[in-house]
Structures are given as C-alpha cells and as structure tokens.
C-alpha cells in the first residue's frame, strides 16, 4: 500500500522556521521525484519545491526561493523541507507528492496545515 505521510505543520510567527518531514512507503522511493506543493484557501495548488531522484538537483518556486530547502534521505525514504523566514503568505495545506520517472504514476499525502501568523 502506497503512503505518503506528512507531518511537522504548525503554527509559526512570521520570520520563524519549520521543518516539514514526509515519510514514504509502499512503492520504490528512490526512482521517484519528490515534490511538496502548497495550497491556501481560494488558491489553486502551488509546486513549491522539487528533489530529483538522485537528490542532486532542486529546484524552487520564486517565491521561495533562497527561504525553503527541499531534501531527501533515499535510505530512509523521507523527504523534507526546511522551511525559513516564514511569511504570511507562506500560509496554506502542504503536500508531499511523488512522480515516478516515467511521468506514469503519481502518489499524494494527506497534506499538513502551514500558518504563518502573529
């Protein structure tokens, strides 16, 4: 059975740091691109970051660019994203979702609330 398992949302102060973890299980984790995506209310759902299978190569959302750091332990078949100087706006639902190489098969988590509030 395919899990993907989030956890480490919270409530933040803006300028404070998270750490999201996303636990994978069920399907072959290292040929798999790792992604987290975001969604606040009334806004369509936003690829934030992206870790290629090697776990060389990311890439990030403009918008959290040089704040956010994706990364993965293929041994341990986790992914996180460290989440830092956090915004307002970085408030929303955060998911961690899987790509199999081919493009052919797509997994999602449940999905962990991010707030960002004073």
């Known amino acids: 059975q395919v899990q993907l398992v989030e956890s480490g949302g919270g409530l933040v102060q803006p300028g404070g740091s998270l750490r999201l973890s996303c636990a994978a299980s069920?399907?072959?984790?290292?040929?798999?691109?790792m992604r987290w995506y975001r969604q606040a209310p009334g806004k369509e759902r936003e690829l934030v970051a992206t870790?290629?299978?090697?776990?060389?190569?990311?890439r990030y959302a403009d918008s959290v660019k040089g704040r956010f750091t994706i990364s993965r332990d293929n041994a341990k078949n986790t992914v996180h994203l460290q989440m830092n100087s956090l915004k307002p706006e970085d408030t929303a639902v955060y998911y961690c979702?899987?790509?199999?190489?081919?493009?052919?098969?797509?997994?999602w988590g449940q999905g962990t609330q991010v707030t960002v509030s004073s």
């Open positions: 069920g399907f072959g984790f290292r040929s798999y691109d």
């Open positions: 979702n899987a790509v199999s190489l081919n493009r052919s098969l797509i997994y």
């Open positions: 870790i290629f299978s090697a776990g060389v190569s990311r």
